[in-house]
């Protein structure tokens, strides 16, 4: 876990990173232990260092939140502790300072301690640099834990169709793979909304150090069909576990894109990701090209780090989304 940049007020029995977690208290589990958050380690499960990968990566976002929140729930908490005399006050009153702070308290925060714009101006670049580096790690993260559970049930289904194991086992067996991944994705989906709430204070903060900044949203859903026979993918990847598949000609809605695959939806709701270039629509092709680009910016101009953070958030966000929507699929064992 990622050290706050606060000192633990361990004295007085109260810490920063505790206030921080308080203030994001509408996201269940977050004032909460790595026990309570992935659960103890039995020893069964081979996705283990996947899961505690993730979690690790996710501290980030959970200890620190926004170096403003941190801040004005710091003010908050001396305020808290002056008036009442006891440090559970503090708690109280940070919890108020965070909350009083909202999506401009980074801003705040970032002028109470520089006056000069152009120091204002390169913090928060290094700030949205580290950001965006962190979410990279924490995608990857997320994307191995999510190939690791699919190659569970994947194998699950294999030995019961050779024989080796009996329906009751296999259905036992992948009973426990689904309850695991649904702890993970409840895991990723904290995650991502951590992100996104650091993700509006960040969006503040570049708005005033670089007036005009226009934020660049997700692909436009748009009809399209397919050229050939594809593989839907759980995650942009040809080596990714597969959802299913889609015939030539079949029709499906472009919702987003990352690293060149178009995240897609079929007319039954399955939802996934095909090589951009399995599309037959031109225009749908060049929207995933360019939103899996504006990703890809690393420039010290906050204006492209704020829009790349953006499109780093909306790629966590849609490959969530995509595991939740194929655990319905994933985790069953196959009747034929």
């Known amino acids: 876990m990622r050290k706050s940049a606060f000192a633990v007020w361990g004295r007085r029995g109260v810490s920063v990173v505790a206030i921080a977690g308080l203030l994001t208290g509408c996201a269940p589990g977050q004032f909460s232990t790595q026990s309570q958050r992935i659960g103890s380690d039995d020893g069964t499960d081979a996705c283990r260092p996947n899961v505690v990968a993730l979690d690790s990566t996710g501290n980030f976002f959970g200890a620190q939140i926004a170096t403003g929140v941190a801040i004005g729930a710091l003010g908050g908490a001396a305020i808290g502790g002056l008036a009442t005399g006891n440090w559970r006050g503090a708690a109280f009153g940070a919890l108020a300072g965070g909350i009083a702070g909202g999506a401009t308290a980074y801003w705040s925060a970032l002028q109470q301690q520089n006056a000069d714009q152009a120091v204002l101006y390169q913090r928060v670049s290094s700030d949205l640099e580290r950001e965006n580096a962190q979410i990279d790690k924490t995608q990857v993260a997320f994307d191995q834990l999510t190939d690791c559970r699919f190659r569970q049930g994947?194998?699950?289904?294999?030995?019961?169709?050779?024989?080796?194991?009996?329906?009751?086992?296999?259905?036992?067996?992948?009973?426990?793979?689904?309850?695991?991944?649904?702890?993970?994705?409840?895991?990723?989906?904290?995650?991502s909304k951590q992100i996104q709430d650091r993700g509006q204070q960040?969006?503040?903060?570049?708005?005033?150090?670089?007036?005009?900044?226009?934020?660049?949203?997700?692909v436009q859903a748009q009809a399209a069909e397919m050229r050939a026979a594809t593989t839907l993918?759980?995650?942009?990847?040809?080596?990714?576990?597969?959802?299913?598949?889609?015939?030539?000609?079949?029709?499906?809605?472009?919702?987003?894109?990352?690293?060149?695959?178009?995240?897609?939806?079929?007319?039954?709701?399955?939802?996934?990701?095909?090589?951009?270039?399995?599309?037959?629509?031109?225009?749908?092709?060049?929207?995933?090209?360019?939103?899996?680009?504006?990703?890809?910016?690393?420039?010290?101009?906050?204006?492209?780090?704020?829009?790349s953070n953006a499109a780093r958030r909306d790629d966590f966000a849609q490959s969530v989304a995509v595991a939740e929507s194929a655990q319905t699929s994933g985790f069953q064992l196959?009747?034929?």
Do not use: C, W
């Open 233 to 307: 993918k759980v995650r942009p990847d040809p080596s990714a576990p597969d959802i299913a598949e889609l015939r030539p000609r079949e029709r499906v809605q472009v919702a987003g894109a990352r690293n060149g695959y178009a995240l897609v939806e079929t007319n039954s709701g399955t939802r996934g990701y095909v090589p951009a270039n399995d599309l037959n629509s031109p225009g749908a092709r060049r929207s995933v090209t360019i939103a899996s680009n504006a990703a890809t910016v690393r420039s010290g101009d906050v204006r492209t780090l704020a829009g």
């Open 154 to 191: 994947q194998a699950i289904r294999a030995d019961y169709r050779s024989g080796r194991i009996t329906r009751d086992h296999a259905e036992a067996a992948m009973a426990v793979v689904r309850q695991r991944a649904q702890r993970d994705l409840q895991l990723a989906q904290l995650i």
């Open 202 to 218: 960040f969006e503040v903060a570049a708005g005033n150090v670089a007036p005009g900044m226009a934020r660049t949203g997700p």
């Open 334 to 336: 196959a009747t034929g």
